[in-house]
């Protein structure tokens, strides 16, 4: 969890500032917006070598969730 | 006291190009509006001639040539937090479309364009500009209007007007802007050389497209100053066009 908190700080502009958990609810943030999930995206694909479509991250509840699906996907 | 929107006081700015013409009168309009300034270029001595003439302390020099990977690399490195970003380097090249060797095109578009968008991206993904910063790119008028001889240099500059559009959007998150501006003609050793060989008819038929005739560098450096100052802070992805009126005059 500590290194996908990380990356997505690291990457995802939107993210940067934002004080990130493995509860975190991060689709509902008002930080969150369309370039967010494009960077997300690019992130996952080029740090874990998957793609995940859009609709899959929106239905993701917090980090666990996101976390478990990147790894359901390697 | 109100605060100075047009200062530069306490602004770190990059600028490339920063050895002759409108990046040397930027990084004079930039020291002089309070902000340490880090130029840059090929050619060391000229760079030391302007730092040591630039008004203020804390200003230093980077030798680099932008079309070589090794040279952005180490510049990245170098560079501290910088709260503008203004990208001067640039060429040209005349020759009818006909006449002109590929290897000239490329030169034109490798610096103009393609390492535009390498050093940007170099920048941005070390996250070397911070929150609430400008990038501003000298682009040119040309980029709209059709200048025989000038094919790859226009579609270049056009180019990069097209690709700072986008940077703006992508930046917005973190509140960085970024803008273009097109000269038209303004007299600088890289205007000097193009018009040696060309003839005083065609010469004096040029200016006669411009209703205040020729720029100088500070005519443009006045506006870099402002896209990197607190006053543009709502201005993004747009262009300015300082041309004394050429573009729309018939
Ligand atoms: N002057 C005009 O009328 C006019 C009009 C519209 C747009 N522009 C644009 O404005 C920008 C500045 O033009 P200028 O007239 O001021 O030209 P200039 O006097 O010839 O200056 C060009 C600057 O770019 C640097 N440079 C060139 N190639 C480089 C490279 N490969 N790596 C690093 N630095 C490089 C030069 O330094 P070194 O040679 O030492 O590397 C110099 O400092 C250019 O992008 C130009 O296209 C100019």
Known sequence: ?74 | MQKDLFSLEGKTVFITGGSSGIGEASAHECANAGARVIISGRNRERLDDVLASLKGEGHSALVADITCDADIERIIKELPALDGFAHCAGMTMNALLKFSNWQDIEAVLDTNLLCTIKLSQALIKQRKINKGGSMVYISSVLASVAFPGLSAYCASKAGMQGFVRVLAVEMAARQVRANTISPGSVQTPMTQAASEGRSEESIKADLAKYPLGYGVPQDIACAVRYFLADASRWVTGTDFVIDGGMLHYR
């Open chain 1, 1 to 74: 969890m500590e290194t996908l908190i990380e990356n997505l700080k690291a990457n995802v502009d939107a993210l940067e500032d934002v004080e990130l958990t493995a509860q975190t609810d991060f689709v509902h943030l008002p930080q969150w917006d369309s370039l967010a999930l494009l960077s997300t995206m690019a992130m996952i694909a080029s740090e874990y070598g998957v793609n995940i479509e859009s609709q899959a991250i929106a239905g993701c509840k917090n980090l666990v969730d996101l976390e478990t699906l990147i790894n359901s996907k390697r």
